[in-house]
């Protein structure tokens, strides 16, 4: 993985220098770290094994003073007396009016957006935000007694766009959400609290409808890989609470409003009257966004956009294509 990131961060730093190349500016380095991407708000500290990527070069007038390469923030929660921190990753121009936001999956955490927020360095357009819900990465365990549940993680998440995104900002500030599996799901249901705020959304291998067999095919593999380790072992592994590894296999987990059918669970309900861009990236082998999924979301979508990434499977991949994919989705120009 580490590889993987390095070799990504030196593709995108030839095409930034690239970019720049006629530019007579003196150019101001920005270093990233390729093993975490991550800089507390407090202390900007390597860990002592990571392995540093080359500068990216840009020029100072290319990015105002308000930009940032990567540091990762929290916010609080106060729920019945407990003060729970919430952890998040912004990068970008801080001042820009476009904001993509990025919500992992179901045991993701926010470290799987960084190849977004790479890419994103090199434009001053926009600003890249990821989350830690509950359990997860850097942010707090929940109170003992609580569970993790779908409507904790919107509830957090909307506390977010209001805290950090939409407080003291320009009016013009329009978010597009980008959501991986169960964070497509929560993404959706944002566009009925925030409206016309969320420019557009686009979901990470996760459709209009999720068929019953794959979402037992996806828990009997969860289930499977848990019984091959111990559940301590692989929430570390994970950096996922002990507990949302269970909670996220129990029934009451989903507790939105949903349709279901002898098929499967429905969201169209949740993008009812939405007017913004919706966009979807699947994976060619997907068993949870299958081809017959991404048909009917055409037809229910009819100016849905698509990228397909062949021979992946659930999620999808964040390769060049998909960046570039994002990109055109947030309308930003080469």
């Known amino acids: 993985m580490k590889r993987d990131i390095f070799d990504f961060l030196n593709a995108i730093k ?75 990753t912004i990068s970008g121009n801080l001042n820009a009016d476009k904001v993509l936001l990025c919500l992992p999956g179901l045991l993701e955490a926010k470290t799987s957006f960084l190849i977004l927020h790479a890419y994103f360095l090199k434009f001053d357009e926009c600003q890249v935000i990821s989350i830690d819900v509950s359990g997860r990465g850097e942010s707090d365990f929940i109170h003992e007694g609580s569970e993790y549940t779908m409507s904790l993680y919107l509830s957090e998440i909307s506390a977010l766009i209001y805290q950090v995104i939409l407080i003291n900002k320009n009016p013009s500030t329009r978010i597009t959400i980008i959501g991986t599996s169960m964070g497509g799901v929560l993404a959706m249901y944002l566009t009925k609290i925030f409206k016309t705020r969320i420019a557009g959304i686009i979901l990470n291998d996760i459709a209009l409808t999720v068929n019953w067999t794959s979402l037992y095919a996806l828990y009997k593999s969860m289930k499977n890989e848990i019984g091959f380790k111990e559940v301590r072992e692989l929430a570390n592994d994970l950096n ?16 939105l409003s949903y349709r279901a059918d002898i098929w499967g669970m429905n969201f169209h309900e949740a993008l009812e009257g939405f007017k913004g861009k919706v966009g979807l990236i699947y994976g060619g082998k997907s068993e949870i966004c299958t081809k017959q999924r991404v048909d009917e979301a055409k037809t229910y979508i009819p100016l849905l956009k698509t990228c397909e990434v062949l021979d992946a499977g659930h999620p999808a991949p964040f390769n060049l294509k998909v960046c570039a994919f994002v990109q055109a989705q947030l309308g930003i120009r080469d």
Not at 28 to 41: K, L, Q, Y
């Open 240 to 255: 996922v609470d002990e507990k949302a590894i269970a909670d996220v296999q129990r029934p009451g987990h989903f507790d």
């Open 14 to 88: 030839s095409e930034v220098m690239k970019s720049f190349n006629n530019s007579d500016t003196t150019a101001a380095p920005a270093r990233v770290n390729s093993d975490e991407i991550i800089m507390d708000s407090s202390i900007a500290e390597r860990k002592e094994d990571a392995v540093e990527a080359p500068p990216f070069q840009t020029p100072v007038s290319k990015l105002s003073v308000e930009a940032l390469v990567l540091e990762t923030r929290y916010f609080e929660i106060n729920e019945l007396g407990y003060v729970k921190k919430i952890a998040y």
